[in-house]
Structure formats: structure tokens, C-alpha cells
């Protein structure tokens, strides 16, 4: 504690009057408080947002997807047991995969087991890369008209013949538990009840499992995809919270983007590329949420690849007060989002 009250006083040293009475009376709280001081200094360093001495007292925390996962899985499987049992329906997701890129079928797998789980019903149809655009519309047609099927997932990329926005606008949009739907796509912009797309969604899960305040922060978005740039922007400026944010979209025609991405106090790093936040781009205390899931050569591993994020997490993680890791950050809270809107379109079935 004495070498971390020694390098707060430097930085203090440099700072505004305002900052040097703040830290004397931070320093006076932690002889009183004793034991209490940790969880007082916090949220005195939050409320002053006063992001230098903050990283010196205030560690940096892990956000666990899988814990929170684990957490808000029990909580739907709950209330799914308890629908079923009042007589209503069991929610049933169908998944379509088409071709068998191995990170699709491992991402519809992990969905399909994750609704066994829960107690929900689902179906995989597995489908050859050649089928034709007409033959996938046949297929979602089918599910739109089965009574037994609540939400239905193409699971993206599709083979370059196949149009994603023909087959999207052909689900119906009341099993649209995806919400890459334009129906559900424009009640999210206008603020409407509906489905929010699963993975924009589970990261606003994870921000409320932890409390964190994002009301006036600057929100960097890094990438500008239908699925979770360009959604993502809308929720975390929206009046409520999490959000209240004010949000800048940056993507690969941004010029001054280590600028930008400097100036947040949140980044959301979903543009696709390993490790491509550094940290001489991320200013201390920020919170960094990464989307990306990308899998890089490994020749220490004995599969020889293994997962990294959008963010250099190694060097950025230090500067960070909140950070998710890859794998087991947002990819987790991804399945929870797709798994509550599964649950909401059985209920409103
Ligand atoms: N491909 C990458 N993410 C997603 C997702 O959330 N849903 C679907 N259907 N495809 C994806």
C-alpha cells in the first residue's frame, strides 16, 4: 500500500488542486476506514473518474463470460421449467448450417447443446455448401410455418452464392431470435420492444451483471457489421443504461483511429483482426469489451492454433479497470442473448 500511495502521489503531484485535495482526502479515508477502504477508494475513484490513480489502487478486473453465462443460464432454465410446467410451450430454437466451416459448426454446436441444457427442444439441419439460394429459402419457409419451432438461426457467413440478406428477410421475423431481421433491426433504432441481436445483447448482459456505469462515458465501437458494430453503437446510446453513452463508430476508413480509440473510455473491439488494439491505444482505466474471435498459428500448442481476441489482451489488460478475455469474454454472453430471445419468442408464440 505505501508503494502504491508513493506512485498515486507522484501523478497527483502534476495534477490540479482539485486532484491533490481529492487524493489527501482518499489518503485520510484509507487511515480511518481501515479494512473498508478498498471499497470506499473505488467508488471515490469512480465518482472522479480520475482514471491514472484509479489504475494504481483499483486492480483490473477479468470480466468471466462463462460465470455470468452460467449465472443468467440457470435463471432462463428456471423460468423455462416454470413456463413448461404452467402448461405453456417449450421453447425450441432450429439452427441451419449450411457447408461445414469448422468455426460455424462449432458455434452451432455449442448452441444446440447449450439449448439440451435448458431444457429447450431444438433441431439442426445440416445442409451441403452447393445448395441453392431457392432450396435454403424452401427450408426457412418450412420452419416459419412449423408450430413446434420458436426461433430459427442461419448461422453466417453463407456460401458467397447465397444472399445473407435474402434468406434473413425471409424469416419470419416473430422467430427472428437472431435479430438480424429489418423488423427487428428497426425496433431496436426506435427503441421498441423485440429481439436485440444476440451478441450486442449478451454484452449488455454482461455490463449489467457488473454494474457498470457506461452514463456519459465515450464508447469507441471498432467495426461497423449489421451483427454487432453497427448494433451495438445504437444500444449503448439509447437512454438507458447500459447505455447513455456518447458512442463514435470507428472502421477501416477511419483515419485518426488510434486518436479516437485513445480518447474512450469504453472500446468495443469488433473489427475482426488479432489483436488489433494495442496498448499504446487504450488509456488507462478503460473498459475493454473484445468481440473478436480469431484463431492464430501456434506451434507451442498441440493443435498448433489457438484463439486470440480483436485486443492484444497481454499488454492491454494492465492499463484496463474492466476487460473480457478471449475465449470465455463475450462469446458465452452470445449464447445467453440468442437464448433469452429463444425464451421471449415461446412465450410471446
Ligand atoms: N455468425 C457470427 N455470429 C453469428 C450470430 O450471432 N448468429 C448467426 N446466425 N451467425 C453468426
Given at each position: 500500500m505505501t508503494g502504491n500511495l508513493a506512485k498515486a502521489a507522484k501523478v497527483v503531484h502534476c495534477s490540479a488542486r482539485r486532484s491533490r485535495v481529492f487524493f489527501i482526502k482518499c489518503v485520510w479515508q484509507y487511515c480511518v476506514n481501515g479494512k473498508e477502504c478498498a471499497e470506499k477508494m473505488e467508488l471515490a475513484l469512480n465518482r472522479f473518474s480520475m482514471p491514472a490513480i484509479r489504475a494504481i489502487f483499483a486492480p483490473m478486473q477479468i470480466l468471466d463470460g462463462t460465470a455470468v453465462a452460467a449465472h443468467i443460464k440457470a435463471q432462463i432454465k428456471e423460468e423455462a421449467a416454470a413456463m413448461k410446467a404452467s402448461g405453456g410451450k417449450t421453447p425450441h430454437l432450429a439452427a441451419v448450417l449450411v457447408g461445414n466451416d469448422p468455426a460455424s459448426e462449432a458455434y452451432v454446436g455449442s448452441k444446440v447443446r447449450t439449448c439440451e441444457e435448458l431444457g429447450f427442444g431444438s433441431t439442426l439441419i445440416r445442409l451441403e455448401a452447393s445448395i441453392t439460394e431457392g432450396e435454403l429459402l424452401e427450408v426457412v419457409k418450412k420452419l416459419n410455418a412449423?408450430?413446434?419451432?420458436?426461433g430459427i438461426l442461419v448461422q453466417?457467413?453463407?456460401?458467397?452464392?447465397?444472399?445473407d440478406d435474402i434468406i434473413i428477410n425471409n424469416i419470419d421475423p416473430k422467430k427472428d431470435v437472431d435479430g438480424f431481421h429489418p423488423i427487428s433491426q428497426g425496433k431496436m433504432l426506435l427503441g421498441q420492444p423485440g429481439f436485440l441481436p444476440a451478441t450486442p445483447y449478451g454484452i449488455l448482459l454482461m455490463l449489467e451483471h457488473y454494474n457498470i456505469d457506461t452514463t456519459g462515458k465515450h464508447c469507441v465501437v471498432i467495426g461497423r457489421s449489421n451483427i454487432v458494430g453497427t448494433p451495438m453503437t445504437v444500444l449503448m446510446s439509447r437512454n438507458s443504461n447500459p447505455g447513455n453513452a456518447t458512442v463514435t463508430i470507428c472502421h477501416s476508413?477511419?483515419?485518426n483511429l488510434k486518436e479516437m480509440v485513445l480518447s474512450a473510455d469504453i472500446i468495443i473491439a469488433?473489427?475482426?483482426?488479432?489483436?488489433?488494439?494495442?496498448?499504446?491505444?487504450v488509456k488507462e482505466g478503460a473498459i475493454v469489451i473484445d468481440v473478436g474471435i480469431n484463431r492464430i498459428d501456434d506451434p507451442t500448442r498441440k493443435s498448433g492454433s489457438r484463439l486470440v481476441g480483436d485486443v492484444d489482451f497481454d499488454n492491454v489488460a494492465p492499463k484496463c479497470s474492466y476487460i473480457t478475455p478471449v475465449?470465455?469474454?463475450v462469446g458465452p454472453m452470445t449464447i445467453c442473448g440468442l437464448m433469452k430471445n429463444t425464451l421471449l419468442a415461446a412465450k410471446q408464440a
Open positions: 412449423d408450430p413446434e419451432v420458436n453466417l457467413p453463407l456460401p458467397k452464392h447465397i444472399s476508413k477511419t483515419t469488433a473489427i475482426g483482426r488479432p489483436r488489433f488494439v494495442t496498448a499504446d491505444m475465449p470465455k469474454g
